[in-house]
């Protein structure tokens, strides 16, 4: 990985199972954030735990963001899905808009938050 940037270990790929998910925190600019990562059959993607409706943690801190079907990402207090491929809106109250997608580094089995990005969703 690029000596001049900043990565945060998330967990290793061997800790998440297809079709699982793994809530994390960081801090970015001093302040505490809450991401999610998940591993859509072997492609890795995080992103904000932060539904496009109403800013909130999609959730419930129970570290689930999967549907029960698998198909999509769900908010739990209104229903929005978002696709897990992309983050777009599948539907619900979101409203076309696309959860804040998480630059991720990969090396090994480590998966990393990629720090050094400037954040989009400030
Ligand atoms: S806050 Fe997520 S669907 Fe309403």
Not at 49 to 57: A, E, L, P
Not at 66 to 92: E, F, M, Q
Not at 103 to 118: F, K
Request: with cysteine; aromatic share 12%.
């Amino acid at each position: 990985m690029p000596q001049n940037r900043s990565f945060v270990l998330i967990c290793k790929s061997s800790d998440l199972p297809p079709l699982s998910s793994h809530p994390f925190t960081f801090f970015q600019a001093g302040e505490k954030k809450e991401g999610f990562l998940i591993n859509e059959n072997g492609t890795f993607n995080a992103y904000l735990n932060r539904c496009r409706h109403q800013g909130i943690t999609l959730d419930w801190d129970t570290g689930d963001f999967y549907r029960p079907d698998k198909k999509v990402l769900i908010c739990k207090t209104h229903g929005a899905t978002y696709h897990p491929g992309t983050g777009a809106c599948a539907g619900g109250p979101c409203n076309g808009k696309s959860l804040f997608r998480l630059p991720l580094a990969i090396e090994g089995e480590g998966i990393y938050l990629d720090l050094s990005v400037p954040e989009p969703f400030s």
